[in-house]
């Protein structure tokens, strides 16, 4: 399946997994609506919606730019406004915006697990909610959304139960949509990376630059989600991947080239 001139909607792609799927997809002639908030760079974090539509751009791609907080259903209708104003519709949505924070419950704050609600919940719901009726006309749509597959073993719940509860929640929509949209021939699919990936959350919230050197970097799941979005829409759908179950249906086991340290150690993902 080609991605020449169709429409991307993907939410936090100024920087790290959601740019670098964006960067993947407009190699292949996809337009790309970067729908995320960054309008001014933080030195912690890196990227703006404007440096990630100018990489996008600077190979080629076309790009747009909507700050959007998809806690906010209003920024959310504007931006799919403005991406169909400007692309004629909308084929792909990729749910990648995302809060964390993994503490207990009594180290919860209130406004930390609204926040978490809020985004990787209602936000999802939302954007979907949305894009929907585009998705429904849109050829080969397909939705992705990165959240893991549902693993209710109590190590995964005990540990940050506010924070799992969220992921959870956007991989059982994902499953919803795959039954919901089926007959609309959109399909709906989680991804999920084995490993940890060399992203801001893991250098400044996780582990810092020990567990980034024992990480892959965001190109695995660029390479992945592209494999799963050039799938037939009524073929692929209903699935939570985990990034190396989607390389070997490829025929491809050695993932060496994605390592941040080359054959260094990997430090497995939560969740898996």
């Given at each position: 399946?080609?991605f020449?001139?169709?429409?991307?909607?993907i939410?936090?792609?100024?920087?790290g997994?959601?740019?670098?799927i964006?960067l993947r997809?407009a190699?292949e002639?996809a337009?790309?609506?970067i729908?995320?908030?960054?309008?001014?760079?933080?030195?912690?974090?890196g990227?703006?919606?404007?440096?990630?539509?100018?990489?996008?751009e600077?190979?080629g791609?076309?790009a747009?730019?909507?700050?959007t907080?998809?806690?906010f259903?209003?920024?959310?209708q504007?931006?799919?406004?403005k991406?169909?104003?400007?692309?004629g519709?909308?084929?792909i949505v990729i749910?990648n915006?995302?809060?964390?924070?993994?503490?207990?419950t009594?180290?919860?704050?209130?406004?930390?697990?609204d926040?978490m609600?809020?985004?990787?919940?209602?936000?999802?719901?939302?954007v979907?909610k949305?894009?929907?009726?585009?998705l429904?006309?849109?050829?080969?749509?397909?939705?992705l959304?990165?959240?893991?597959?549902?693993?209710?073993?109590?190590k995964?719940l005990?540990?940050?139960?506010a924070y799992?509860?969220t992921?959870?929640?956007?991989?059982?929509?994902?499953?919803?949509?795959?039954?919901?949209?089926?007959?609309?021939?959109?399909?709906s699919?989680?991804?999920w990376p084995?490993?940890t990936?060399?992203?801001?959350?893991?250098?400044?919230?996780l582990?810092?630059?020990?567990?980034?050197?024992m990480?892959?970097?965001?190109?695995?799941?660029?390479?992945?989600?592209?494999?799963?979005?050039?799938?037939?829409?009524?073929?692929c759908t209903?699935?939570?991947?985990?990034?190396?179950?989607?390389f070997?249906?490829?025929?491809?086991?050695d993932?060496?080239?994605?390592?941040?340290v080359?054959?260094?150690?990997?430090?497995q993902?939560?969740?898996v």
């Amino acid at each position: 399946m080609t991605f020449q001139n169709k429409t991307v909607f993907i939410t936090g792609a100024s920087r790290g997994i959601g740019k670098a799927i964006a960067l993947r997809l407009a190699k292949e002639g996809a337009n790309i609506v970067i729908a995320a908030k960054s309008t001014e760079e933080n030195p912690k974090l890196g990227g703006t919606i404007y440096s990630a539509a100018e990489e996008i751009e600077a190979i080629g791609g076309r790009a747009l730019a909507v700050q959007t907080d998809i806690r906010f259903e209003e920024q959310i209708q504007s931006a799919v406004e403005k991406a169909v104003e400007k692309f004629g519709g909308i084929d792909i949505v990729i749910n990648n915006a995302s809060a964390i924070q993994l503490t207990g419950t009594e180290q919860t704050e209130a406004k930390r697990f609204d926040l978490m609600q809020s985004i990787n919940v209602r936000g999802t719901f939302l954007v979907v909610k949305n894009c929907a009726p585009y998705l429904k006309k849109g050829i080969n749509a397909h939705i992705l959304t990165l959240s893991p597959p549902v693993n209710l073993d109590p190590k995964w719940l005990g540990p940050h139960v506010a924070y799992t509860i969220t992921k959870y929640s956007m991989s059982m929509m994902a499953m919803g949509w795959a039954k919901e949209f089926k007959k609309d021939k959109v399909a709906s699919n989680a991804l999920w990376p084995r490993t940890t990936i060399d992203t801001a959350a893991v250098r400044n919230l996780l582990g810092g630059e020990a567990l980034a050197k024992m990480s892959r970097t965001v190109d695995v799941l660029a390479d992945a989600a592209y494999y799963i979005l050039s799938k037939p829409s009524e073929e692929c759908t209903g699935n939570t991947f985990i990034d190396e179950e989607v390389f070997a249906k490829e025929g491809i086991t050695d993932l060496s080239k994605y390592s941040v340290v080359p054959g260094g150690q990997l430090y497995q993902d939560l969740f898996v």
